[in-house]
């Protein structure tokens, strides 16, 4: 969800710039602050015992993320890192709710970004029981493609994006990636990728 730049400094917002591979937050800490990205891109993660991690969203400049919890006054489920150099504005939850409570039309378009970010979620967990590497890999690509063109499209994702959003190593992404090219499922011109 985006809230106008403006609105935010006004109630209190606070600008910090990042470094790439900065924590913002870590699985299991109190949420404190409604994030929104100015600049750059953040990745959300969960990670197992085996210290495999997994992607929970991926954001980019004028998106927020990690409102669910702040909302509902429970801890993290997921760690936040910054993907590149990053401009964040912050702001407290008291401030964030006078500002839903000032601005009513936000609170319909945070309704709208939560209901998204449940339906994303519901289509990355049908990834996730796919049983074949190459099934989980079609089925995310197909999402990333939106499901309807027909015409293929450059994914703009690396090798290692698409492992931890599928939950395959990247070997097994890259192998699968080349069979399916040679099966001529996908298209891969300069190490990118088309599908």
């Known amino acids: 969800m985006h809230i106008d730049y403006d609105i935010l400094v006004t109630y209190g917002g606070i600008v910090r710039k990042y470094d790439k591979g900065a924590i913002l937050f870590r699985e299991g800490d109190t949420p404190c602050y409604f994030y929104q990205l100015v600049e750059g891109k953040v990745k959300m993660f969960s990670t197992n015992s085996e210290g495999k991690d997994l992607i929970q969203g991926n954001f980019t400049a004028g998106e927020s993320f990690g409102e669910p919890p702040l909302i509902i006054n429970k801890d993290y489920p997921s760690t936040a890192q910054t993907c590149s150099e990053a401009i964040i504005i912050r702001i407290s939850k008291e401030r964030l709710l006078s500002i839903l409570h000032d ?65 395959l190593r990247v070997e097994t992404v890259i192998r699968t990636l080349l069979k399916m090219e040679a099966e001529q499922k996908v298209k891969i011109i300069d190490h990118k990728i088309y599908y």
Do not use: W
């Not at 601005?103 to 994303?120: H, T």
């Not at 796919?130 to 450059?154: D, F, M, T, W």
């Open 103 to 167: 601005y009513p039309d936000l609170q319909l378009k945070m309704l709208y970004a939560f209901a998204e970010r449940i339906y994303s979620k519901a289509n990355a967990a049908q990834i996730l029981l796919c049983k074949s590497a190459e099934e989980k890999i079609v089925n995310y690509l197909h999402l990333l493609k939106g499901g309807k063109q027909r015409e293929p499209i450059l994914i703009n994702k690396t090798r290692q994006e698409i492992a931890e959003s599928t939950g």
